[in-house]
């Protein structure tokens, strides 16, 4: 069930600092170019009560007016910790003073990941955007969520993906834009907006699991990162311009193989491989005609070493009832 939430007059009939300094609505505005975030939209800000989020939800508070944007804010209580439900009022006590409306809803995360056999991180994860999608799809479809990922985030995301040994795409980190998702402060430092915050008296909450040395995520920020700004003061910028690479690559070798799997297609679906090609490229073939979601890497690798050896008429599970026939240097995706 979704609780939901307007506009509650404070006692006294006014409202606390709402963080309007220049520092928070110059950053907003510029992800918002970055990220094409248009005018006269609806806008669903995803608040966990972090600071993050809080200077996101402050700055684009700030910003509505003159951009025309409906904003509503919504809120996941995961149901880990005894002091969740705390965190959901003081998002929607932040919400009332703004004059915003607001959605909530309470979900069992450790049930859910006990149930799917997957981690409690990705299960909340999942839950979280699926719930932010559902109050998008409420407000119309040209409605956006906005999250406050920071570029300190976007550096540990990279530094993770890297030491899972991620490919390309893993190494250019979380996209500003992604379907209805944006995340126009991943230039910002997650010390610059709390450091606005702070100075501006606007409180927020401290998830005491993000520093739990135990999580992957916490591990990087508490130790990694600050490793490397030893070795470099401007690591997470060196960091970025990384990624900001790997996705140029990431989106030029894309462009390549669509226009190779282009010209491989047959009249009748099939891939030809007889002449293949290089095995990068070849790999990325694959993917596209798969799609959604990918297969392991594993099953790509079987089917370009099937493809380009003797045998033929093998069969090669994909998952999702999805697999690859090879015959006679055909390839062959379907359900």
């Known amino acids: 069930m979704v609780e939901q939430g307007t506009h509650k007059p404070l006692v006294g009939g006014s409202n606390p600092p709402s963080a309007t300094s220049s520092e ?23 608040v966990s009560g972090g600071p993050d989020s809080t200077a996101l939800l402050h700055g684009a508070d700030a910003l509505a007016r003159a951009r025309d944007w409906q904003l509503v804010v919504a809120h996941l209580d995961h149901g880990l910790r005894p002091e969740s439900g705390e965190d959901a009022r003081f998002v929607t006590d932040a919400a009332d003073a703004l004059g915003l409306p ?16 997957s981690g409690v991180e990705e299960a909340g994860r999942l839950a979280r955007y699926a719930f932010l999608d559902e109050v998008a799809d409420s ?60 100075a501006a008296g606007i409180g927020y909450r401290l998830d005491p699991t993000n520093a739990d040395t135990d999580r992957s995520r916490a ?19 060196a960091v970025l311009r990384f990624a900001e690479l790997a996705a140029d690559d990431d989106a030029m070798l894309d462009a390549l193989a669509a226009e190779e799997l282009a010209r491989r297609r047959d009249a009748d679906g099939a891939i030809d491989w007889r002449r293949p090609p290089p095995r990068a490229l070849g790999s990325r073939v694959l993917r596209l ?24 008429g093998l069969i090669i599970e994909l998952g999702r009832g999805r697999k690859a026939t090879i015959r006679g240097r055909r390839i062959r995706i379907g359900p």
């Not at 928070?24 to 995803?46: F, M, N």
């Not at 209805?180 to 910002?188: A, T």
């Not at 979601?293 to 033929?312: C, N, Q, V, Y």
């Open 24 to 46: 928070l609505a110059s950053w907003l505005a510029d992800g918002t170019v970055r990220t094409d975030i248009p005018d006269g939209i609806s806008l669903v800000l995803a």
């Open 102 to 117: 607001w959605r909530l809803r309470k979900t069992d995360v450790a049930a859910q990941a006990k149930q799917e056999g």
């Open 139 to 198: 407000l119309g479809p040209e409605s956006l969520v906005v999250t406050a990922h920071t570029a300190d985030d976007q550096a540990e995301t990279v530094l993770l993906n890297l030491a899972r040994g991620s490919g390309q795409h893993g190494l250019r980190g979380m996209p500003g834009r992604r379907g209805r998702v944006v995340r126009p402060l991943l230039h910002v430092r997650r010390s610059a907006l709390r450091g606005v915050l702070d």
């Open 219 to 237: 591990w990087v920020r508490a130790e990694l990162l600050p490793a490397l700004e030893r070795l470099n003061p401007a690591a997470v910028d």
């Open 289 to 312: 005609a798969i799609g959604d979601p990918a297969p392991a890497a594993d099953r790509i690798d079987a089917i370009l070493t099937a493809a380009s050896g003797p045998r033929g």
